[in-house]
């Protein structure tokens, strides 16, 4: 079946720790993109990418980090400069058609302990 | 920049009522429009869409018509079951953007009880 995989679907970290956290699409999309989610704040873009080995901050991209070596895959790496890093983190891909849909992964719910 | 306002929740309402979920928006140019949903746990699948002024999308009884001279994209239902209970998204894309990057309003929780 077609679609985007997340792992993990949970996630533990300490502070001052890195964590990455894996998409992978088999939709042969170009763009992939990473949003946060928190309660009743929606969600909002961490990084975006449209062709392998080039990507885009988005609105809060400070303390994350990303790669897009593969069209399948774009990983997201959660550093410790990240402030408040507990959150809600949704994968999704799409094409570059105009007024395209996105599509999403289940998402990875990652803690700090 | 762009932005999306949706009405606050939760929302509870009792089966086969009817639904209103207030979306109001913010942007330049002509966006396209979007509902998406989200059930406990999961990621969100797209509901319906809009790409034009007047376009009316319309999924699993659900409608939305895009008002451009209101910037407007009202989610209704004219009779909600308990299996509809999630949290429902408003987003847009605006026209200079290829792909997907979507804005997003708040999210509306909706409960529906038997």
């Known amino acids: 079946d077609g679609g985007i995989t997340q792992s993990p679907k949970y996630l533990f970290r300490k502070e001052g720790q890195n964590v990455t956290l894996s998409c992978e699409q088999n939709?042969?999309?170009?763009?992939m993109y990473w949003y946060r989610q928190d309660p009743g704040q929606g969600l909002r873009l961490i990084y975006y990418s449209q062709i392998v080995n080039d990507f885009q901050k988005g609105d809060i991209a400070e303390g994350y980090s990303v790669s897009r070596e593969k069209k399948e895959s774009f990983p997201l790496t959660v550093t410790s400069a990240q402030k408040n890093p507990t959150a809600f983190y949704l994968c999704?891909?799409?094409?570059?058609?105009?007024?395209?849909?996105?599509?999403f992964g289940q998402g990875t719910r990652l803690t700090v302990v | 920049g762009n932005s999306v306002t949706q009405m606050e929740g939760p929302v509870t309402l009792s089966e086969e009522a009817f639904l209103t979920i207030n979306c109001t928006y913010t942007?330049?140019?002509?966006?396209?429009l979007f509902w998406y949903v989200q059930y406990p746990g999961e990621g969100l699948q797209l509901l319906l869409k809009?790409?034009?002024?007047?376009d009316k999308g319309s999924n699993k009884g659900f409608e939305a018509t895009y008002r451009k001279e209101t910037t407007s994209f009202h989610l209704e239902k004219g009779s909600v079951q308990v299996s509809d209970s999630a949290v429902y998204f408003c987003a847009l894309t605006d026209e200079e953007t290829s792909g997907s990057r979507l804005t997003f309003g708040e999210g509306t929780q909706l409960t529906v009880n038997p």
């Open positions: 809009a790409t034009k002024a007047d």
């Open positions: 939709l042969n999309h170009d763009a």
């Open positions: 942007a330049t140019g002509y966006p396209s």
């Open positions: 999704a891909s799409s094409t570059l058609r105009e007024n395209t849909e996105a599509f």
